[in-house]
């Protein structure tokens, strides 16, 4: 059986996948999906996707019905940079402002609402869309978006969510985990996905090494309208190893959003 497996072609996503990049022939057992954060989160809710980094809260979404990596995440020291709310106004003076929402990522969604309605006590007015329009007095953008509408600064006020959260909670955020259905945990299954997940770690120590040829092979597949300087920068505040506070971030994460409505249950963190 194949292993299906929710490929992100976002930069923070490169140390898991470049080694992999253009050499999917030598994984017959494996193939490869490309999309967003949302789009594998999906996947993996009907079980076409058996794991992807995909959105933290779609494990909360369904529960029973998976299990975590539990030594690969995505996470940040303090800032992450490629998941920021950028805006017309002060973050305090948005009530009534009308703020758009990424489709891509119901995590970042999630968290920018938890900031706004318990940290900063805000009830804007949101929209939905991949960027923003003239009418919107702010937006959330996420992954390469978000970096290079930092290049860009036709924003005042730009805010990182991870900076946010751990500001306000002292914990690293938990942007996105490694979830695993359930489904590829028979034993016609298993195996391929343990090999594949050592591959991954290894994967990330290679990119480690030599970043500036990992990302030669990722930009010739996924380019971006960024300088090389701004993209190996941003790497070295990316942070992929599931440690335990950042598991407790999660379980904090997941409170908060069962307090708000967006899970009907903080669910206990199930690991394989």
């Known amino acids: 059986m194949t292993l299906n497996v929710g490929r992100i072609p976002f930069l923070v996503c490169a140390p898991f996948f470049h080694e992999f ?27 076409s996707i058996h794991l992807s980094p995909a959105s933290s ?24 940079r490629s998941v920021k709310l950028f805006s017309r106004f002060p973050i305090e003076d948005l009530s009534g402002k009308k ?19 318990e940290r900063f006590r805000v009830k804007p007015e949101y929209a939905h869309g991949l960027a923003a329009e003239e009418a919107d007095d702010a937006c959330l953008l996420i992954g390469d978006l978000a970096l290079e509408e930092s290049a860009r600064n036709r924003y005042p006020n730009s805010y990182d969510l991870g900076t946010l959260w751990q500001d306000w909670q ?20 298993r195996p391929t996905l343990e090999k594949y997940l050592e591959a991954t770690e290894m994967c990330i120590e290679s990119f480690r090494k030599s970043p500036a040829t990992a990302l030669d092979r990722w930009l010739e597949r996924y380019p971006v309208k960024l ?21 407790i971030s999660l379980g904090v994460f997941f409170e908060y959003a069962e307090k708000l409505g967006m899970i009907p249950k903080a669910p206990t963190l199930e690991f394989l």
């Not at 809260?57 to 992450?80: H, M, R, W, Y």
């Not at 990424?102 to 999630?110: E, G, L, N, R, W």
């Not at 359930?182 to 299954?189: N, R, Y």
């Not at 300088?227 to 598991?247: A, C, P, Q, V, W």
Request: charged content about 25%; hydrophobic content about 35%.
């Open 170 to 189: 002292g914990l690293p955020f938990v942007f996105g985990a490694w979830i695993i259905h359930k489904s590829a945990l028979v034993p016609e299954i």
């Open 99 to 117: 703020v758009r929402l990424t489709s891509q990522s119901k995590t970042s969604i999630a968290l920018l609402k938890i900031l706004l309605q």
């Open 227 to 247: 300088d090389r300087n701004t993209i190996l920068d941003y790497y070295k505040i990316i942070d992929y190893h599931f440690t335990d506070e950042r598991k």
């Open 57 to 80: 809260i779609t494990f909360a979404q369904k529960p029973g019905e998976f299990v975590l990596s539990p030594n690969l995440c995505t996470s940040c020291s303090f800032e992450v």
């Open 21 to 47: 990049l253009g050499r999917e022939e030598q994984y017959p057992d494996i193939r490869f999906f490309d999309g967003p954060p949302s789009t594998h989160s999906k996947g993996l809710m009907d079980g």
